[in-house]
């Protein structure tokens, strides 16, 4: 039995049934991290002591017989900017290169609680602003499946982690695509809740109007078990959402059938790639083989997304990321002469260019006599966007999109050129802005054998649509 590739059930199944226990898992796990993962990248902390106490205690509950939990022993990694209670937090930068915090995030809380052994943290964009996972102040993650091309960004290594078999599921983080595209481009199934499905407590804020925490799985009953962990309200985060949790797995054996799915226009025009064009188009006609009926729809605003998107996060991560200042927690900057030489140079040598040039972007979007120019402006915009999806989703049950315009890129070819990089998202961000559930799913590959991702987008609080869609299509094709 090759412990790495197993589900999540089929984990469950082997410690319940004694074909294996938690501990073997944790150990086989982490050996292949120390095989693997020096040339892929995807973990910054390893967190031993933690992780084979649990095992430690669900081998107890299984020598006893008991029914497991539902992530009972299984190995899983967390995003570097999920706060985890006595072990190394970074985001990806070196300004919280110290940083250990005293509390967990109550979903990496909720996945301990079920039983979920958690390996360690995952590489990311720093603060989670990239799309290809260059920015990280450690080092870069590269692409299990192609070692010279990017895992996608900002969730590089929770991608990265699941298609190396180094983790079972992990936990990442979308702003404006981080689950969806780094889940494209390593050929693994990533899913963005609705904003509010999910707690933010824990999480490093980017953007707070558009930060979302979501599950990764090698299929999509794996991500439909870690949802519904981690789903629900919860009294930390007041943006948490009091709406029922639906059984996601039961919900996946559902029919699809009769389900109306939409293709937006917009989403398959210039600038897709002609391989990944072929995919989705061939994926959309094996949805509806499955009995859906394939309608077209328009959301005509979304060619205004990304400058849309890129004010309203630029603005917020300003003023989030103004707390990093050398005072409270993580690096100080030693050579000061007085408080405020300290800021200015706490933040100039803790933070790398991408970070600064977002609050610089989001500064002067804020300023006065440039608010209602541009952060008003841009919050209307949003508005328009979300009444697209509303109309839209008056005629269909979901809508499929390619999840990239591309397959994964090599490391390098878009450092220098921030928009080329920014236009990795363009399918993506306009779930966020809206704050829809999303999914991508692996429809394909290019000539290279490079993977290729399906989106599907529901409404609010419908993530048992997608999922559901999803599965069917994962399981026929």
Not at 92 to 114: F, Q
Not at 278 to 296: H, P
């Amino acid at each position: 039995m090759d412990l790495n590739s197993l589900t999540i059930d089929a984990a469950r199944s082997a410690m319940q049934d004694r074909k294996t226990t938690a501990v073997d898992l944790a150990e086989a796990f982490y050996a292949k991290i120390e095989k693997d993962d020096p040339q892929i990248g995807a973990y910054l902390t390893l967190s031993k002591d933690r992780a084979f106490s649990k095992a430690a205690e669900i081998d107890a509950l299984a020598a006893k017989g008991e029914k497991l939990p539902p992530l009972g022993g299984v190995p899983v990694g967390i995003k570097d900017v999920l706060v985890t209670r006595g072990v190394r937090t970074t985001a990806g930068s070196k300004i919280l290169g110290n940083y250990v915090p005293p509390y967990d995030c109550t979903a990496v809380a909720r996945m301990e609680a079920a039983g979920a052994v958690v390996l360690g943290k995952l590489n990311c964009d720093e603060f989670a602003m990239g799309s290809s996972n260059e920015n990280s102040a450690w080092k870069p993650v590269h692409n299990p499946r192609d070692l010279s091309r990017v895992p996608g960004g900002s969730s590089g290594g929770s991608a990265a982690a699941v298609a190396a078999d180094t983790a079972v599921v992990t936990l990442g983080s979308d702003t404006g695509g981080s689950i969806r595209q780094p889940a494209s481009f390593c050929g693994v199934v990533g899913l963005k809740p609705t904003y509010g499905r999910v707690s933010r407590y824990g999480l490093i804020a980017f953007a707070s109007s558009l930060d979302h925490i979501g599950p990764f799985g090698k299929t999509v009953k794996d991500t439909a078990t870690v949802l519904r962990t981690i789903a629900g309200r919860d009294p930390m985060d007041s943006t948490s959402a009091e709406v029922p949790v639906p059984d996601y797995v039961a919900e996946l054996e559902k029919p699809v059938r009769g389900l109306k799915i939409g293709v937006a226009k917009e989403y398959l025009g210039e600038g897709l790639d002609p391989e990944v064009r072929k995919s989705v188009e061939a994926a959309i006609q094996k949805i509806a083989s499955l009995g859906c009926e394939i309608v077209e729809v328009s959301l005509p605003n979304s060619e205004y997304a990304i400058p849309t998107y890129y004010i309203i996060a630029t603005g917020e991560a300003s003023s989030n990321l103004a707390r990093f200042d050398g005072v409270r927690y993580g690096y100080r900057a030693a050579d000061a002469r007085n408080l405020s030489q300290m800021y200015r140079r706490t933040r100039d040598q803790g933070f790398g260019p991408e970070v600064k040039r977002r609050i610089m972007l989001g500064t002067y979007a804020l300023s006065a006599g440039y608010y209602d120019a541009y952060y008003l402006k841009a919050q209307k915009v949003r508005a328009l966007l979300t009444h697209d999806f509303d109309e839209a989703f008056k005629k269909v049950d979901a809508i499929v999109t390619p999840t990239s315009p591309t397959a994964a890129f090599k490391l390098g070819d878009k450092v220098d050129d921030p928009l080329a990089m920014y236009l990795a998202d363009i399918y993506t961000v306009t779930a966020n802005i809206a704050g829809i559930p999303g999914i991508s799913v692996p429809c394909g590959e290019t000539k290279e054998k490079l993977p290729i991702g399906l989106q599907i987008l529901g409404k609010h609080f419908d993530e048992a649509t997608i999922l559901r869609v999803a599965h069917e299509y994962e399981s026929r094709r």
